[in-house]
């Protein structure tokens, strides 16, 4: 069942989820409810944990988007997402800065050392656990 369900951040229709492989789809929008989804990640093996990063907002669902809720609202536009599974954390790469959180509800925002706060690529070496952060 799990290999079955994709998800589509879409600009202007949130965050769309199938359960079939993309034959059909469902707008996830109990909680869910900013229309323009800019990076999706999925944060477990089950498919059901995702985080949605729109224009000004973090959201979480921990129940394939059946159920959401916006866990952070001042990030501006989050571009992108990366996870690591080594310690759990989850990164953001937003307009305003680089984020993390180990709990998905609790985001924190560490912009020591960057010269520009507009983020918006992000990236974790598998073997080394570097991370890497493009800014504008």
């Known amino acids: 069942a799990y290999e079955s369900t994709l998800y589509a ?26 229309s323009g989804i800019e990076s999706l990640m999925l944060t477990s093996p089950d498919n059901n944990h995702l985080l949605a990063g729109a224009n000004g907002a973090i959201y979480y669902t ?46 924190i925002q560490s912009n020591g050392g960057l010269t520009s706060l507009d983020c918006r690529s992000i990236v974790i070496d598998r073997k080394t656990g570097y991370l890497y952060l493009g800014t504008k």
């Open 62 to 107: 921990a129940d394939g988007g059946l159920h959401g809720s916006k866990v952070n609202s001042t990030c501006g536009d989050c571009f992108a997402f990366a996870g690591n599974t080594i310690n759990s954390s989850h990164y953001a790469a937003t307009s305003t800065g680089f984020y993390h959180s180990v709990s998905t509800n609790n985001w």
């Open 9 to 34: 951040g879409t600009y202007g229709n949130g965050v769309q989820r199938s359960a079939d492989r993309g034959k059909t789809w469902k707008l996830m929008d109990n909680g869910m409810d900013h």
